[in-house]
């Protein structure tokens, strides 16, 4: 497996709400990643594939909510999220996909 390949395994998608616009102002991205990445991994794989520098890596695991679906009772799965800060002057479109 390529190194490239192994970065697209740690970062599924950029995640776009009006929260994640509101902190990038700030220079904050924010991504879905892999539930077993590390904060060292994201920031590498970050750096890679778009050519910045990161500050900061910030991760949070959102526990996946119990949900009925046609009268079954079934679960989510859990959401692990990486806030990056980036470095003054660097930025990321996240817009234009990977």
């Not at 991504?31 to 990161?54: C, H, M, R, Y």
């Not at 900061?56 to 990486?82: H, L, P, S």
Request: hydrophobic share 40%.
């Amino acid at each position: 497996m390529t190194a490239k390949a192994q970065h697209y395994d740690v970062i599924r998608k950029p995640i776009i709400t009006e929260k994640t616009t509101m902190v990038g102002e700030n220079g904050v991205v924010v991504f879905e990643v892999a539930i077993d990445s590390t904060k060292p991994q994201v920031k590498e794989a970050v750096e890679a594939l778009f050519g910045v520098k990161v500050k900061a890596v910030n991760t949070t695991i959102t526990k996946g909510k119990v949900k009925r679906f046609r009268g079954q009772i079934g679960k989510r799965n859990d959401v692990k999220k990486a806030y990056v800060t980036l470095e003054e002057g660097n930025t990321i479109d996240v817009t234009t996909g990977l």
